[in-house]
């Protein structure tokens, strides 16, 4: 499901339950997106999501050797992808953590 469809399901369902799963989801796929643009092991790459009541963890693992990359010269790049996450959970009404594991 690409990005744009994911938007307009959001939009669409903003009243219902199904609107925070796939905020949530969006979310997910706009980090993943970004983090495939700065690793070089895309095999060892992967972005999950996982949910509570209360807040939604967006989750982040990559091979070793890309870990710098995405944490950055002093913690840029990641607290970067953080601010990302608030500012598009704060747009739909989440509460979203980012948390990078190698």
Known sequence: ????????????NADSGLAEDLAAELIRTAVELL??????QLT??????RSTEAT???????????????VG???QVVQSLQ????ALAGKY??????????
């Open 44 to 49: 060892e790459m992967h972005v999950s999501r």
């Open 83 to 86: 601010r990302l996450v608030e």
């Open 56 to 70: 939604h963890l967006i989750e982040v693992r990559c091979h070793p050797t890309d870990a710098p990359k995405l």
């Open 93 to 102: 009404g989440l509460r979203c953590r980012l948390e990078l594991l190698a």
């Open 35 to 40: 983090v495939e643009l700065l690793v070089d």
């Open 1 to 12: 499901m690409d990005t744009e469809h994911l938007i307009n399901l959001v939009e669409r």
């Open 73 to 75: 010269r002093g913690g």
